[in-house]
């Protein structure tokens, strides 16, 4: 990992960031600096702490955040994670890389519980996946 500071962005920082942010906290420990953000920061989704618990990872103390309180200069490498929306946009220097992951958070959709843990065990299996081949 050439990166020392690494932020996460989505819309509503609640589910994808958040759980990368915990994710690349655990794989990378002290040695990478990790935050998230989204341009419209709204609440941590339970359904992402459930799915974080699962492998041991408390997220409960995470909040969601705005893009705008997060200093350019504290940034290294930006890594968007947004698939059917619209990314905030970061302006920096920082590297950047975009891993267009389907929201886990079904929004609107009735579906049984146990299918939208799913949704977001997939989310989180597949972001763990990518910050390990990093």
Known sequence: MNYKNVLFLC??????????EGLGRWIWGDEVTVQ???SE?????PWAVKAMEELDLDITTHSSKSVQTIDP??????ITLCAEEVC???LSKADRLHWPLQDPDPKGLELPDE???E???TARDEIRKRIEAL
Do not use: C, I, K
């Open 36 to 38: 998230s953000a989204g």
């Open 73 to 78: 200069e504290s940034v290294d490498l930006v």
């Open 119 to 121: 949704r977001f065990r």
């Open 41 to 45: 920061p709204s609440r941590v989704n």
């Open 88 to 90: 905030p946009v970061f």
């Open 115 to 117: 299918e939208v843990l």
């Open 11 to 20: 819309v509503a920082n609640s589910a994808r960031s958040q759980m990368a």
